[in-house]
């Protein structure tokens, strides 16, 4: 059972990181360090949207 749920939960984790690395950004004052954030969430974003592949994303590049 847990085969079928674990990448699920992984991606759900890792979404979770990059939303929280992105409201970091918005409260940091540092624009180097506002960056770095967005930059980390952005990279976690594409590593959970390549490992869980089909529509784990938001968005839809229609």
């Known amino acids: 059972m847990t085969g079928n749920s674990q990448p699920s939960e992984r991606s759900q984790q890792m979404r979770d990181k990059a939303q929280e690395l992105e409201q970091a950004a918005q409260h940091a004052t540092d ?10 969430a952005m990279r976690i974003r594409e590593r959970s949207e390549q490992e869980n592949g089909r529509g784990s994303g938001t968005m839809d590049p229609m």
């Open 31 to 40: 624009p180097v360090e506002r960056q770095r954030l967005k930059d980390k």
